[in-house]
């Protein structure tokens, strides 16, 4: 297949990735936020998951998909109040992964030791309510020494039902919503990891995060706004009020591993003050 036929049927149709499921969330990102335009979130929902031929940024002229994976979830935390700013714990992580379409229409993952551009690649969390299910329901992925990163469109990465995802909860998570990746090294594999250290939640229940990638240089072809590439949704987690919280969870391998790697606080009052120095420089 020659490359200018490949460029031709991405500028009009954008593939789907395999083993797509059809789309949960119509919504989008549709909050007004003072960091990003938002253009971004009503121009790009409908191409998440999907292989998409770049015009401009980093990937101009490929054509990629991306993938995004909830590596770590949060598993509880404590109602934010003015005097009360427990952070949720641990501290989600997502991992990126990143795929090629050749011009013989073959997938192959970009590794992460390959000049990945990370400036403008951005991950955004959304707080979604969840009724009140069984604790089955909430499986961890949390990482574990013998964990490996997760098989392309595996099913933890797909969407939950759309009976288990309410409206978004707009106003009740704050914090530091939209991160940058690190490069860390696990299981001898560098990977781009999105870390989410400083969340708060204002209201008591029962929460997923759903978590979407823009990458902001990009642009697809006649569509000058950025997109959103790929969007996963996490596991449960309870916020509970201040009588009825349990207390904190031991440390997670994961989370001692990004204590190590990028200097993430196991201290959660110290990370509560050491990433409101960090919000404003986070993009």
């Known amino acids: 297949m020659r490359r200018d036929a490949v460029r031709e049927e991405y500028a009009v149709f954008i593939a789907p990735a395999p083993m797509s499921t059809p789309d949960q969330f ?14 971004v979130y009503a121009t790009g929902d409908g191409l998440k998951g999907k292989a998409i031929y770049f015009q401009t940024g980093q990937w101009a002229g490929r054509i990629i998909r991306a993938e995004l994976h909830e ?19 641990p501290p989600p992580v997502v991992a990126l ?21 990370t400036i403008g690649l951005l991950c955004v969390a959304e707080l979604v309510p969840v009724a009140d299910i069984s604790s ?3 499986s961890s ?6 964990h490996h990163m997760p098989n392309s469109s595996s099913p933890e990465s797909l969407p939950v039902p759309g009976s288990e995802v309410p409206q978004l909860a707009a106003d009740a998570l704050v914090g530091t919503l939209i991160v940058r990746p690190h490069l860390i ?12 250290s400083n969340l ?29 590439q790929a969007e996963c949704t996490g ?34 009052g110290a990370r509560t003050q050491s990433d409101e120095d960090d919000k404003n420089v986070i993009l």
């Open 200 to 228: 708060h939640v204002l209201s008591l229940g029962l929460f997923r995060l759903r978590y979407k990638l823009l990458d902001m240089p990009s642009a697809t072809p006649g569509n000058p706004d950025t997109i959103i």
């Open 97 to 117: 992964r990143l795929f090629e379409l050749s011009a013989m229409g073959q997938e192959n993952e970009i590794l992460t030791n390959e000049d990945i551009e």
């Open 141 to 146: 992925h949390e990482y574990e020494s013998n």
């Open 136 to 138: 089955s329901g909430s």
């Open 26 to 39: 119509t919504d989008g990102l549709t909050i007004s936020r003072p960091e990003l335009d938002n253009r």
């Open 71 to 89: 590596l770590q979830h949060a598993e509880l935390g404590r109602r934010h109040t003015e005097v009360d700013k427990t952070l949720l714990d």
């Open 235 to 268: 596991g449960v987690f309870r916020v509970f009020s201040v009588e009825d919280f349990p207390g904190l969870q031991p440390l997670t391998n994961l989370t001692q591993i990004l204590s190590t790697e990028i200097g993430l606080s196991l201290d959660i």
């Open 185 to 196: 090294e696990l299981d001898g594999r560098k990977n781009l990891l999105f870390v989410f």
